[in-house]
């Protein structure tokens, strides 16, 4: 069945979510009876992978897959439409090296280099193309309270999404857990298509076209971090981002923010602040947001086009969170892609 649309009710689907996949559940949807909703399963899977909704429509688990072996185009497409269908998807109990890892993301694009190669402060743990966002120093211990990586870390904390302080920003993050904390460093996530539905038309339209200045040095500053070398503020210079835009793998809309922006291109300051605030409250409500608790081993996929995140606290200078991120590129800055013309 395709189409995109099913006709079971929300308290059916929601009963019977964990144990129906497949064929079972496109069953499922042909014979209940209740009101047309937007369908998240009505996928045609690869050979074998599984799609286990852990929200009605924002974030999955998928299993039945070996990341660290080369997948077929079938499981490809498999992944790329539940990750069209969904924004996060979880792949528990994976066991990769740094470079199977890295084949994941090829997949879907260009990989990034991480921003501490960029700021040169620190010898680097890990290969360029990985973002550390662990807790861990290059000498393998957990860092010291007064680390400049750990201060600079610290703005994670913020909803942000990745690298939007970038001209091109990141399409996907692919977050890997080698440790993890016993308890606390969640990771939350915030559904910004979800939230751009539910936002007034009035506000639809007030978004739509306006351009924000993104800067890895703003949401630093919230944290009142501002020791920025002259060479990184040349090397990671203001860019323009669109505040709203559409995916066009789905057609959807969805707002686009950070807590990187600062100036709002046409407002006074005041007024960005205030509308950056709205949005930032707005979007990160209960009923839009995942918390993802980590297992050892799990792969976190998510779309930066579409979400937010942030790292939740905990007890960094006693456990130790080994999370490595690689990163795949936007295809063109969002201004490009919006079709908007910013003055230099
Ligand atoms: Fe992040």
């Known amino acids: 069945m395709a189409g995109g649309r099913w006709n079971a009710s929300y308290d059916s689907v929601l009963n019977v979510l964990p144990t129906y996949r497949g064929a079972e559940w496109r069953r499922l949807t042909l014979t209940r009876a209740g009101p047309i909703l937007p369908c998240p399963l009505h996928l045609e899977l690869g050979m074998g992978i599984s799609v286990y909704p852990v929200t009605l429509a924002f974030a999955a688990e998928v299993g039945d897959i070996d990341l660290s072996q080369p997948l077929d185009a079938a499981n490809v497409e498999a992944v790329k439409q539940a990750f069209w269908t969904y924004s996060v998807l979880v792949f528990p109990d994976q066991h990769l090296t740094v470079s199977q890892h890295l084949a994941f993301v090829r997949y879907f694009g260009p990989h990034e280099t991480t921003i501490a190669a960029y700021r040169g402060d620190e010898a680097l743990r890990l290969p360029a193309e990985i973002a550390d966002v662990s807790n861990i120093a290059p000498d393998e211990k957990i860092w010291g309270r007064e680390s400049r990586v750990r201060m600079y870390q610290l703005g994670n904390r913020l909803w ?10 990141a399409l996907a993050s692919m977050l890997y857990a080698r440790s993890i904390a016993p ?14 539905d539910a936002l007034s038309q009035a506000m639809q339209r007030r978004i739509t076209g306006l351009v924000a200045e993104h800067s890895i040095f703003n949401s630093r500053a919230r944290m009142g971090f ?3 070398s002259d060479h990184e503020r040349r090397v990671l210079p203001p860019v323009p981002q669109v505040l709203a835009r559409t995916i066009p793998q789905n057609g959807r809309r969805s707002i686009y923010l950070a807590s990187h922006i600062g ?9 960005a602040k205030s509308l950056v605030d709205e949005l930032l409250a707005h979007t990160t409500q209960r009923q839009f947001v ?8 799990d792969l976190v996929m998510w779309d930066n086009r579409c979400t937010m995140h942030r790292g939740t606290d905990f007890d960094d200078l006693r456990w130790r969170r080994d999370v490595q991120r690689a990163t795949v590129s936007d295809i063109a800055p969002t201004c490009e892609q919006e079709g908007i013309q910013v003055a230099a």
């Open 226 to 228: 501002t020791d920025f």
């Open 263 to 271: 100036r709002i291109f046409g407002l006074s300051d005041a007024e």
């Open 160 to 169: 942000h999404t990745d690298s939007s302080f970038k001209r091109l920003p």
């Open 183 to 196: 308890i606390g460093g969640h990771t939350e996530f915030a559904d910004c298509r979800a939230a751009y």
């Open 290 to 297: 995942y918390t993802h608790r980590w297992r050892l081993h």
